[in-house]
Nanobody, 123 residues
């Protein structure tokens, strides 16, 4: 299973970006998926996650109301729409996947990771 993340870039505070994560080697609908981020000097943190059913999602407090996680099964791609970006959203964003299960989306270990895409928000 391979994950390819893209869509990062430099944006002014208040702007928007959409990250994409294309999955190969496994059908997206059989995966639980998540977005993580890691800022310089900080630990990696989960931003959002979605269960294989598509009906169960999680957002970190910092992402609620601003970010939306979604998936397009026809394209085998997951997205993270990020609006009202803040300076503190600056980080490398990673997508992650795991075989479907009923484990917690937040505390589980994800088996597959993308390479990361840099998001820089200028103030």
């Amino acid at each position: 299973v391979q994950l390819q993340a893209s869509g990062g870039g430099v944006v002014q505070a208040g702007g928007s970006l959409r990250l994409s994560c294309t999955v190969s080697g496994r059908i997206l609908s059989s995966c639980d998926m998540a977005w993580f981020r890691q800022a310089p000097g900080k630990e990696r943190e989960i931003v959002a996650a979605t269960r294989w059913t598509g009906s169960d999602t999680y957002y970190a407090g910092s992402a609620k109301g601003r970010f939306t996680i979604s998936r397009d099964t026809a394209k085998n791609t997951m997205y993270l729409q990020m609006n009202s970006l803040k300076f503190e959203d600056t980080a490398v964003y990673y997508c992650a996947a795991d075989a479907w299960s009923w484990e917690s989306l937040v505390t589980r270990s994800y088996d597959y990771w993308g390479q990361g895409t840099q998001v820089t928000v200028s103030s």
